[in-house]
């Protein structure tokens, strides 16, 4: 037990530094293209590097792109683009990280799946996977990644707040980091709007966010100092999971 234990601390950290690195390297791509793009338009303008063939996607053919078209392409950059992926990215990659940890957490503990069935539907997709696996650890494989599927298909505050995944989190999120599960929620339901309804603010962005600062159909907008706050939060909320998962389960 103990060396499983040791194994399982050690993948749980190797991913842990697979994210952290990756979510930082979203700031700085970020910080990268809202330094460089003032340069290169002020760099086009005086010449000092020209503009770029544009090729047609139907023909294929290559002319130089317009000096103004270049200038929209570098404005567009900056309000539209580099601040909506970054938000994207950085959401993708917790959200990734912290299915991994599960994923390691049912591998090691698999009591932890023990749900109740309680519908023909559920009942016949468990069979399905229990025919369908060649032995044991493809099925325990199968049935964590449908768990976890489900899981994050909900309400992403539950898996801190109420500990839904049942990984060791418990109620220490809800305890001790209220305020910041509400920016949490805000990050989440900023991200649905810009990945779902082209930035703008819908119902379901209103009733998630407790003091939103836009309103009804306005498009939201994404500042340095907001990239900076999601970055923080999003990368402090995935070192607490891994702190609590390891005391919790693998002592």
């Known amino acids: 037990m103990e060396q499983n234990n040791f194994h399982g601390i050690a993948d749980i950290n190797s991913k842990y530094q697979a994210f952290r690195a990756n979510i930082f390297e979203v700031y700085e791509d970020y910080l990268f293209q809202s330094h460089y793009l003032p340069i290169i ?7 000092s590097i020209p503009v770029f063939n544009f090729e047609d996607i139907y023909t294929g053919r290559s002319e130089i792109f317009k000096i103004n078209s270049a200038y929209g392409v570098i404005d567009r950059q900056r309000r539209k683009v580099i601040g909506q992926r970054a938000l994207l990215d950085a959401v993708s990659a917790t959200e990734s990280f912290l299915q991994k940890v599960t994923f390691r ?18 009942q016949t997709k468990l069979l399905e996977i229990i025919i369908n ?44 980091y209220k305020s910041a599960l509400e920016l949490y929620s805000e990050i ?64």
């Open 41 to 47: 338009h002020n760099s086009i303008k005086s010449g």
């Open 133 to 176: 696996s060649d032995d044991k650890n493809e099925i325990i494989s199968k049935i964590a990644e449908e768990k976890i599927r489900g899981i994050f298909y909900g309400n992403p505050i539950d898996f801190f707040e109420k500990d839904k995944a049942k990984i060791g989190l418990g109620s220490h999120f809800k305890d001790n």
């Open 105 to 122: 957490v049912y591998r090691d503990f698999q009591w932890k799946l023990k749900t109740t069935l309680e519908t023909s539907e559920q």
């Open 188 to 251: 989440i339901a900023r991200r649905n709007v810009i990945a779902h309804n082209d930035s703008r603010v819908d119902r379901k962005y209103l009733r998630e966010v407790k003091n939103p600062i836009f309103g009804l159909g306005e498009k939201v907008s994404i500042s340095k100092e907001y990239i900076k706050e999601c970055i923080f939060i999003l990368h402090s909320f995935a070192a607490i999971t891994v702190e609590q998962v390891v005391k919790n389960n693998y002592g």
